[in-house]
């Protein structure tokens, strides 16, 4: 039987996590660990789906995909929004394997999503195209964390660097090559966090605080502008020195704990140029801008402290069929 595999990158938001929720311009970037789908022709009316990071074995019903498991019901979501736009949908046999952590902030969902639903269409000669691609992986957010700001799915989908803002088409990012000299280094807290959770958390602190959140957000946005630029120049002290400034505004809206705190000053005392929390905070991972010759001692003092740490590359390729 016919089967096709396509992969999708993990993300490091760079710039503007939870303030580009509402219309703050964010920065982000594709990272090389990856989330890889293989879909299988299959016969009958389901969809079995086979993932060891979701727990096992699953079926979704095709008939009746209001029954679908919690676990694999962004599944669900993107089937019926393909046949609510007359895709041909049929039975398959789905394997799921990924190298991104879960829970860590790190775009594992949305990758997920972004390669099942390229393999899905492409099994059958009727891939979709990136637009698709994203607004098929929006709907797989929605089911997995309410109120998604769409940096997720378009950073899986386009991969590179990109600026975003919520409404607009995402822009590429050209990254000076004297970056080339540093590393990203991903160090996951293990306090597994909630998306929705942290979202809704903020959102609630901003309304009731509107006053003193809208120069919070002011500031995020032109954190972003001017990190766009220092990736440009490759200019790494200014991008290490915003970064930690964004840090002190992820703080203040209350998404960092103390273990995330011990991580981030962790990097910047081992010799990272700057260091945050990057994803919804309360738990989840920080990133480092570290030169590569302080990269293993950065990776180590992390390491003493996280359950899982990573040097990364920026500037991966976005989702693609591999096979």
Do not use: C
């Not at 311009?25 to 009316?45: C, F, N, P, Q, Y």
């Not at 390229?118 to 099994?123: E, G, N, V």
């Not at 000299?181 to 160090?187: I, P, Q, S």
């Not at 919804?280 to 990269?295: E, N």
């Amino acid at each position: 039987m016919r089967s096709v595999t396509a992969s999708a990158p993990a993300k490091a938001i760079l710039f503007g996590e939870h303030f580009v929720v509402k219309g703050a311009l964010g920065v982000v970037t594709a990272i090389d660990l990856r989330a890889r789908v293989k879909v299988t022709e299959d016969r009958g009316s389901s969809l079995t789906i086979y993932s060891r990071e979701l727990g096992g074995k699953y079926k979704i019903n095709l008939n009746n995909l209001e029954s679908t498991p919690k676990p694999i019901a962004p599944f669900a979501r993107i089937i019926k929004w393909l046949k609510e736009r007359d895709y041909t949908i049929y039975p398959a046999i789905v394997e799921v394997k990924s190298n991104i952590p879960l829970g860590a902030g790190l775009g594992s969902s949305a990758a997920t999503a972004s390669a099942f639903t390229l393999s899905y269409t492409a099994l059958h000669g009727a891939p979709l195209n990136q637009r698709e691609l994203v607004e098929a992986t929006i709907e797989a957010e929605i089911e997995a964390h309410g109120r998604p700001s769409g940096i997720d799915p378009n950073i899986s989908v386009h991969g590179g660097v990109i600026a975003y803002r919520p409404g607009h088409e995402p822009v590429g990012i050209t990254v000076g090559r004297e970056l080339s000299e540093y590393k990203l280094v991903v160090a996951d807290s293990g306090l597994k966090r909630n998306t929705k959770t942290a979202v809704e958390f903020v959102l609630d602190l901003a309304s009731r605080y509107s006053g003193v959140l809208d120069h919070v957000y002011k500031a995020a946005n032109e954190l972003s502008k001017r990190a766009i630029i220092a990736l440009e120049r490759g200019d790494a002290t200014t991008l290490g020195e915003l970064m930690n400034i964004n840090h002190g505004l992820l703080a203040a809206i209350g998404v960092s704990t103390p273990e995330l705190e011990d991580l981030v000053y962790t990097a910047r005392r081992a010799g990272a140029l700057g260091s945050k929390i990057t994803g919804a905070g309360l738990g989840g991972a920080i990133i480092a801008l570290v030169h590569k010759d302080k990269t293993p001692i950065v990776v180590q003092e992390l390491r003493n402290r996280a359950p899982w740490t990573s040097p990364v590359k920026l500037g991966e390729s976005g989702v693609l069929v591999e096979s």
